[in-house]
């Protein structure tokens, strides 16, 4: 089974804080996301990455940069966290881009304060 | 633009069927996905649609009408366990997936 780990299943930080997301996958997939999830909207893709050293953006990308030095490794950066970036955050991966389903990890909880 | 509508929160018996509705208005169509989510929890991947017509896997099946642009997840033998969120994605021509808010699905005794 893939698993897929995150560092921090809660976090709380104060506003204009640097906050850092890990997430890790065991299964050489050369896909990963990070999306956010919020009450009554879809699931949303702040970045992804198809191979080591790329990243892309996704739908909303303000405020978020993100880092791919491993290919198991994809990290979340908020560089000055403000309160509307209080989310639940989602890493992801999957083994293509066609059709591979993604594999997601347990989830952060930020609250910005 | 893209769009994925799904009911808000629907309502079921233990031991019923239930049917949830997903359409979609994308960019292109490469394949669609449903995924359950418990509360608190990572979404988990159900089901996955490229061609028209019924997919069973116990006793969840999914749907699919391209040319409706419209799939259904049909939930048999219901249990309470089943309680929980149930998301439609939809990959589109660029293999982005599009995400529908989720359906909230709440299992009576």
């Known amino acids: 089974d893939v698993k897929v780990t995150q560092s921090s299943r809660y976090l709380v930080k104060r506003t204009g804080e640097k906050v850092f997301l890990e997430c890790v996958q065991d299964?050489?997939?050369?896909?990963m996301f990070w999306y956010r999830q919020d009450p009554g909207l879809g699931l949303r893709l702040i970045y992804f990455?198809?191979?080591?050293?790329?990243?892309e953006k996704g739908d909303i990308p303000e405020g978020y940069s993100v880092s791919r030095e491993k290919k198991e490794r994809f990290s979340l950066i908020l560089e000055s966290a403000s309160t509307n970036q209080t989310s639940m955050y989602l890493c992801?991966?999957?083994?293509?881009?066609?059709?591979?389903?993604?594999?997601f990890g347990n989830g952060t909880r930020l609250t910005v304060t | 633009g893209q769009n994925i509508d799904q009911p808000t929160e629907m309502t079921a018996t233990e031991g019923a069927i239930v049917q949830i509705n997903c359409t979609y208005q994308?960019?292109?169509?490469?394949?669609l996905f449903w995924y359950q989510q418990h509360a608190g929890e990572a979404p988990t991947f159900l089901s996955y649609?490229?061609l028209d017509g019924l997919e069973e896997k116990g006793r969840f099946s999914s749907f699919l009408s391209r040319s409706k642009g419209y799939s259904y997840l049909l939930l048999k033998e219901l249990q309470m366990k089943d309680s929980a969120s149930y998301l439609c994605?939809?990959?589109?021509?660029?293999?982005?997936?599009?995400w529908g808010a989720g359906t909230k699905l709440i299992i009576k005794p």
């Open positions: 992801a991966s999957s083994h293509d881009r066609e059709v591979s389903p993604l594999h």
């Open positions: 299964m050489d997939h050369e896909n």
């Open positions: 990455s198809y191979d080591v050293k790329m990243k």
């Open positions: 649609n490229v």
């Open positions: 994605a939809v990959r589109d021509s660029n293999y982005q997936l599009i």
């Open positions: 994308t960019s292109g169509f490469n394949g």
